[in-house]
């Protein structure tokens, strides 16, 4: 089966190494490469592999490509996992389940806020609207760093921005004044200057690659059928 991750500007991309990682420790017969294209080669790439995993800035794009949504899918408005069946592509939401995942991890959770409004913010804001958690979503346009009144309810942060990306840039000057938790999408690297600030602060900081890895986990069984183990696949990207 060939399989690929489609975006543009994303050299920085693990999912290569974690995919092919799962195939070779599953003996399995495939590959997973790295796509970066332009808009224009969208539908090449569609009809080329088996399967994609949709990264930015195609996350909301490509679902008019697709056969067919999966409910989950249209009540995201964005897709990041298209797979086949039955000579259909279909268009699916993993980052959702993955968030979902981690978000639960932390009981206390009343009162998130969202950085970012692109495809990856979709599905975080649906993730904590099923864990019935209110949600506040800021754009960078919006002025969120001096919005300092938005923190004083929060326990939930979610940056689904790439500031802090190669450790560049931070998109938050402070954190709420409690216990809460602060999960970057980023993770290249794996500590960013949020997360920083955040074990500085004694909240609870959750990186990018734990994101990366439980929402491929879900996009491997779509594939294979097979849900593939966490632990092993962290140790190998670190």
């Known amino acids: 089966m060939k399989l690929a ?24 017969k495939g590959t997973y490469e790295l796509v970066d294209r ?25 679902m008019s490509y697709v056969d ?6 249209q009540e995201v408005g964005a897709i990041n996992t298209i797979y086949r069946s039955k000579g259909r592509l279909i268009g699916d939401n993993t980052d959702y389940l993955a968030l979902k ?62 500031l802090g990306l190669e450790g560049k840039g931070n998109p938050l000057t402070m ?9 970057d999408m980023v993770y290249q690297p794996f500590d960013t200057p949020l997360l920083k600030m955040a074990r500085a602060s004694g909240h609870e900081p959750r ?6 890895i439980r929402q491929a986990q879900h996009s491997f069984f779509r594939w294979w059928n097979i849900l593939p183990d966490y632990e092993s696949a962290r140790k190998h990207l670190t």
Do not use: M
């Not at 067919?68 to 899918?73: C, E, G, V």
């Not at 995942?101 to 932390?106: G, N, Q, R, Y």
């Not at 958690?133 to 921005?161: F, P």
């Open 5 to 28: 991750v489609l975006g543009q500007n994303i050299a920085h991309s693990s999912s290569p190494k974690l995919h092919n990682f799962w195939i070779q420790q599953h003996g399995l």
């Open 38 to 62: 332009d808009a224009s080669q969208i539908q090449q790439a569609l009809e080329t592999y088996h399967g994609l995993n949709i990264t930015a800035p195609y996350k909301e794009t490509v």
């Open 68 to 73: 067919t949504l999966t409910p989950l899918a």
């Open 101 to 162: 995942e981690i978000v639960a991890t932390f009981p206390q959770a009343t009162n998130a806020l969202v950085l970012g409004k692109g495809g990856a913010a979709k599905a975080a804001i649906i993730a904590l609207k099923h864990l019935g958690i209110d949600c506040t979503v800021c754009s960078r346009q919006e002025g969120w760093d001096k919005r300092h009144d938005l923190l004083t309810d929060i326990n939930v942060i979610i940056n689904a921005t790439p």
């Open 175 to 183: 954190l709420p004044p409690h216990s809460s938790l602060i999960l």
């Open 207 to 212: 990186d990018g690659l734990e994101l990366l």
